[in-house]
């Protein structure tokens, strides 16, 4: 085959949506109510079903909200600490900043990018209450060595998993287990409504208090929202925000969580062919991941050797988009530490995101993989 040259960019993510989710946002619009109301009482249903274990599910409007009000309802504020991994999105740390308490970085593992309980254990002071896990590029390896070490320290554990909703952990679904579980629903994870996220939990008392607590602390608003009514007097004991999920977000969400096999099925073959092709060059370093009941938001490949930067810019020029996942939150000004993480700071100068998503052809991922022999060759 000649060497296609390609015009429009593989994009890095996308969003899969199209007629069905029209045809559900149109079916609110018409209803006339787009609030918090009857499609976001089911999507938690449907969610509570598909999660299984008989969950509390709350929905609210972002991930960010779902990892930021989890904290709240737990109590966590100004003068506690949290422990959360340096590589992650910006999300997790400006989450617990919200609240007024310290964002802790700790190291990652080289091999998995998965928070490091022996060095989150240097990170403990009597001011920490909880540990913020990331469920790196979909995988949960090391987990449970997290719930161990937070039972050892009396600790709450608020899982970050934005990028593992629809994943396996332990033969249950992510969610399934675990003290509270944040997902996001934003346009390039597992699956979408727009914008929008939830918390699981087993907690029923820890529930409440966030049903409330997204509806501005009013007590039991969520019930009366679900009947399509709102409360006119009404009592309120603790802080709350405008956190909830609408029903056109709700709407979205309720067709994705239908195709997620679909979506599911592309993403780990696309995975899978990238690390059986991306194998054998030399340069390139897997990730330590096994793809068995994961379904990837992300491909992270290590460039070794000071490369990353030059091959980035090379699949770019070849209309390849490419990303980071993560910088080192420790190394930005608001977040800085006065200790090194070296293996986070390692992971970000190496990580290098390849292009990801439903849509995502077994083509793209032979001409990306050609490209990035390419590089290596000229070198
Ligand atoms: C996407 C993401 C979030 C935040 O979710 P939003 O819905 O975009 O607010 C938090 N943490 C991680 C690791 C994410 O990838």
Redesign the pocket.
């Known amino acids: 085959m000649s060497e296609i040259e390609r015009k429009t960019p593989i994009r890095l993510s996308k969003s899969s949506v199209g007629a069905l989710e029209k045809d559900a946002v149109a079916r609110v619009l018409d209803a006339g109510y787009l609030g918090i109301g009857e499609e976001t009482r089911l999507f938690e249903e449907e969610l509570c079903q598909y999660i299984g274990n008989q969950r509390e599910v709350i929905c609210v409007n ?6 930021h009000l989890s904290l709240e309802c737990l109590g966590v504020g100004y003068g506690d600490e949290v422990i959360v991994p340096s590589i ?2 910006l ?2 740390f400006q ?1 617990i900043a919200a609240t007024g308490a310290k964002a802790v970085a700790c190291d990652v593992s080289l091999e998995t990018g998965f928070l490091c309980v022996d060095d989150a254990r240097k990170r403990v002071s009597s001011s920490t209450k909880a540990i913020m896990p ?3 590029a979909s995988h949960s390896k090391g987990l449970t060595e997290v719930y161990d070490f937070a039972r050892e320290s009396g600790l709450r554990v608020v899982e ?1 998993a ?2 593992a909703f629809g994943c396996i952990d332990n033969d249950s679904k992510v969610g399934a287990l675990g003290d509270v579980v ?1 997902f ?6 597992n699956i979408t409504c727009g ?3 939830a918390i699981v939990t087993g907690d029923k008392q820890l529930a409440q208090r966030l049903r409330d607590a997204r509806l501005l602390g009013v007590e039991r608003d969520t019930e009366k929202r679900f009947e399509g009514k709102r409360s006119w007097s009404f009592e309120v004991r603790n802080k709350g925000f405008r956190y909830h999920l609408s029903n056109i977000m709700a709407a979205i969400g309720r067709v994705q969580l239908e195709r997620i096999d679909t979506f599911s099925k592309v993403r780990r073959r696309c995975a899978i062919s990238y690390a059986r092709l991306l194998a054998p060059i030399e340069g390139v370093r897997l990730m330590d991941f096994d793809y068995e009941g994961v379904i990837p ?1 992300i491909f992270v490949v290590r460039v070794t050797e000071g490369q990353r930067d030059g091959l980035a810019s090379y699949l770019r020029q070849n209309n390849i988009e490419c990303g980071i ?2 910088q080192a939150n420790h190394r930005l000004d608001l977040f800085k530490t006065t200790y090194e993480l070296p293996k986070s700071e390692l992971l970000a100068d190496e990580a290098l995101t390849l292009p990801l998503h439903a849509e995502l052809q077994e083509e793209d991922v032979l001409y990306i993989v050609r490209k990035v022999q390419e590089y290596f060759d000229s070198k």
């Open positions: 972002t991930g960010t909200s779902a990892l992650t999105y999300a997790s989450a990331v469920h790196y970050d934005a990028h944040c996001s629903f934003d346009g390039i994870k914008e929008g996220g938001h996942h993560y």
